[in-house]
């Protein structure tokens, strides 16, 4: 079974503060996706990545940086963390059309 | 653009009733439709989908069917059951670009009374 896992299920952070969120698979995959979901707006995309350090822009992107230094894992990072980037945060991985996803975080910033 | 439209919840159903819930989408090309499920706590897992048009798509009792004509792919199961109380996405994936990326519906809870 293709596993995804995700550094912390719950994350409380403060305004301003630069937030770390990490996400592994053990598939050898070479997408990797960030979405946020929140109610109403379902699941939207912040970033993904196709291969080692390469990465594209999601619809989402302001506010969140990535990196991918190793194939297996694909950080998300808050610059600096805002209330209104408080949200549940989805890591994926893919191979072909078929996504795989973690459990999520849900990150609280105060 | 590419989009897809869900059919808004939350659904309540009492145990062996019939469920249908509709997707539609708009989107350039032939992209390849897909049903994932969250269960209160997890992360979604693929249910079920389908590449082309008239594919049927199967899994645990729940069908949709790829149709081209209306652009939809509806979700149905023909007796729920309460441990099917979650989540449900629909989505497509834009399968010309390779990149292989999502567009989600919003969700549609479903909570299935005993």
């Known amino acids: 079974d293709v596993k995804v896992t995700q550094s912390s299920r719950y994350l409380v952070k403060r305004t301003g503060e630069k937030v770390f969120l990490e996400c592994v698979q053990d598939?050898?995959?070479?997408?990797m996706f960030w979405y946020r979901q929140d109610p109403g707006l379902g699941l939207r995309l912040i970033y993904f990545s196709y291969d080692v350090k390469m990465k594209e822009k999601g619809d989402i992107p302001e506010g969140y940086s990535v990196s991918r230094e190793k194939k297996e894992r694909f950080s998300l990072i808050l610059e600096s963390a805002s209330t209104n980037q408080t949200s549940m945060y989805l890591c994926?991985?893919?191979?072909?059309?078929?996504?795989?996803f973690g459990p999520g975080t849900r990150l609280t910033v105060t | 653009g590419n989009s897809v439209t869900q059919m808004e919840g939350p659904v309540t159903l009492s145990e062996e009733a019939f469920l249908t819930i509709n997707c539609t989408y708009t989107a350039t090309g032939y992209p390849s439709l897909f049903w994932y499920v969250q269960y209160p706590g997890e992360g979604l897992q693929l249910l079920l989908k389908a590449t082309k048009a008239d594919d049927k798509g199967s899994n645990k009792g729940f069908e949709a069917t790829y149709r081209k004509e209306t652009t939809s792919f509806h979700l149905e199961k023909g007796s729920v059951q309460v441990s099917d109380s979650a989540v449900y996405f629909c989505a497509l994936s834009d399968t010309t670009s390779g990149t292989y990326k999502y567009i989600f519906g919003t969700g549609t809870r479903l909570k299935v009374l005993a």
């Open positions: 598939m050898d995959h070479e997408n």
């Open positions: 994926a991985s893919s191979f072909y059309d078929e996504q795989y």
